[in-house]
């Protein structure tokens, strides 16, 4: 494990990206956003075209508004990620969502994605966001221990009934 810096998101780190999210991305990470997006057909069931939308998803917000994306790198390489995005809310403050995260399994344990949320949190008060949310899916408790630790707190929960 060498050296960790942490840096703004390139269009050139898409490929990396993308590769870590593909080691990242499971069932248990589902949850409105990636049903919304089309990343699962289903709760608990992944979309084949998956990483291809991710993919898409990503070239197009590092295109139109690359701000709030950061990526931790070791030797050249990329072994964790973090994107966020800025919202106005209907009462009319900001608001900033976090909306995918990924560290490389053999960097878990290592206080990298405080390090990355820890960047995304900068960034969001310097935009003055009154609060930051994010989703995750309802079997993701590695993820929920994690955010919990680091001072979310749950806030409501998402139903879902499929209608084919």
Same mark, same amino acid.
């Given at each position: 494990?060498?050296?960790?810096?942490?840096?703004?998101?390139?269009?050139?780190?898409?490929?990396?990206?993308?590769?870590?999210?593909?080691?990242?991305?499971?069932?248990?990470?589902?949850?409105?956003?990636?049903?919304?997006?089309?990343?699962?057909?289903?709760?608990?069931?992944?979309?084949?075209?998956?990483?291809?939308?991710?993919?898409?998803?990503l070239i197009e917000i590092l295109? %139109? &508004?690359?701000?709030? /994306?950061?990526?931790?790198?070791?030797?050249? #390489?990329? @072994? +964790? $990620?973090?994107?966020?995005?800025?919202?106005?809310?209907?009462?009319?403050?900001?608001?900033?969502?976090?909306?995918?995260?990924?560290?490389?399994?053999?960097?878990?344990?290592?206080?990298?994605?405080?390090?990355?949320?820890?960047?995304?949190?900068?960034?969001?008060?310097?935009?003055?966001?009154?609060?930051?949310?994010? %989703? &995750?899916?309802?079997? /993701?408790?590695?993820?929920?221990?994690?955010? #919990?630790? @680091? +001072? $979310?707190?749950?806030?409501?929960?998402?139903?879902?009934?499929?209608?084919?």
């Open positions: 494990m060498g050296k960790l810096s942490l840096r703004a998101m390139s269009l050139g780190d898409v490929d990396q990206v993308v590769e870590l999210y593909a080691q990242v991305y499971s069932a248990d990470y589902i949850s409105f956003s990636e049903l919304a997006a089309g990343l699962a057909e289903a709760p608990g069931q992944v979309s084949e075209e998956a990483m291809d939308i991710f993919q898409d998803d295109t %139109e &508004s690359p701000a709030g /994306n950061f990526v931790a790198t070791s030797k050249g #390489e990329i @072994v +964790g $990620f973090i994107m966020a995005s800025l919202e106005e809310a209907p009462a009319g403050h900001m608001e900033c969502w976090i909306n995918d995260m990924g560290v490389s399994p053999s960097y878990q344990g290592q206080s990298l994605g405080k390090q990355l949320l820890e960047a995304i949190v900068n960034w969001g008060k310097r935009s003055k966001v009154k609060y930051f949310l994010l %989703e &995750s899916g309802l079997t /993701n408790k590695k993820s929920h221990d994690f955010f #919990e630790g @680091v +001072g $979310f707190k749950p806030m409501a929960t998402v139903f879902h009934m499929d209608a084919r």
